[in-house]
């Protein structure tokens, strides 16, 4: 099975508008953290938010918010009024502890995110 | 303020050659990363390290090989390059008491012919 599921290979959005990026996870190990990341064009990426096991609130960062559903084990990303410069590639990520105690990070495909004018 | 630098940015390799792709990082941060991204693909991890001196492997460790001697730098090598290492190499950093928040370099465009 996949760690991580992004099922959205590409979104095309009106400018101003509220954006829900897919993913989903699967994982046994009760202690883990879900990450996204934001790639433009120019290649770098982008830490945007992230989410614990653990965290009881949904994480917020500006117009970034995770809507994190534990039981359906997925981890959105909400992006509110989005704008021209939120085009880009998004990664939904997982850390976990991998089977001998060391780390284990796994991206998901990504989803590309066109925002229109 | 530099953060995280990877050189080179670009390189060309031939089958069987060995190179080194450095990463540097200016904010004292324990831990660093090396990941690998292809076409239609995440990152996936290759090696990383959680101290100086400590390294372990990620999901892709084969054909390559690293070094932590200095906490500032993580060196990925390659002893005998092949066209299947052809991709774009992250490094990242992140510090032991917010791990979770990693530091990306521009990455290196690698082609193996």
């Known amino acids: 099975a996949q760690k991580i599921t992004q099922t959205q290979p590409g979104m095309f959005v009106q400018e101003k508008e509220a954006v829900t990026l897919d993913c989903t996870y699967d994982?046994?190990?009760?202690?883990?953290?879900l990450f996204w990341y934001k790639q433009p064009s120019s290649g770098e990426m982008i830490f945007l938010i992230y989410?614990?096991?653990?965290?009881?609130q949904n994480a917020t960062e500006g117009r970034y918010s995770l809507n994190f559903q534990k039981a359906r084990k997925s981890a959105n990303l909400v992006i509110s009024a989005s704008q021209l410069g939120d085009s880009a590639m998004y990664f939904c990520?997982?850390?976990?502890?991998?089977?001998?105690?060391?780390?284990?990070?796994?991206f998901g495909t990504g989803t590309r995110l066109t925002i229109i004018p | 303020n530099a953060g995280v630098t990877q050189t080179p940015k670009f390189r060309v390799l031939k089958t069987g050659q060995s190179m080194t792709l450095l990463c540097a990082q200016d904010?004292?941060?324990?831990?660093m990363y090396w990941y690998r991204q292809d076409p239609g693909m995440g990152l996936r991890l290759i090696h990383y390290?959680?101290?100086?001196?400590?390294?372990a492997k990620g999901e892709v460790p084969d054909g390559y090989n690293v070094s932590r001697l200095k906490k500032q730098n993580f060196l990925l090598g390659l002893e005998s390059a092949a066209p299947s290492q052809t991709s774009v190499y992250f490094c990242?950093?992140?510090?032991?008491?917010?791990?979770?928040?990693?530091?990306f370099g521009a990455g290196t465009r690698l082609s193996v012919l």
């Open positions: 990242a950093s992140s510090p032991r008491l917010a791990k979770n928040i990693q530091y």
């Open positions: 994982t046994s190990d009760p202690s883990y953290g």
């Open positions: 989410q614990g096991s653990y965290d009881q």
């Open positions: 990520a997982m850390r976990e502890r991998g089977d001998f105690g060391n780390e284990k990070l796994t």
């Open positions: 904010m004292n941060h324990e831990y």
């Open positions: 390290s959680v101290g100086e001196g400590t390294t």
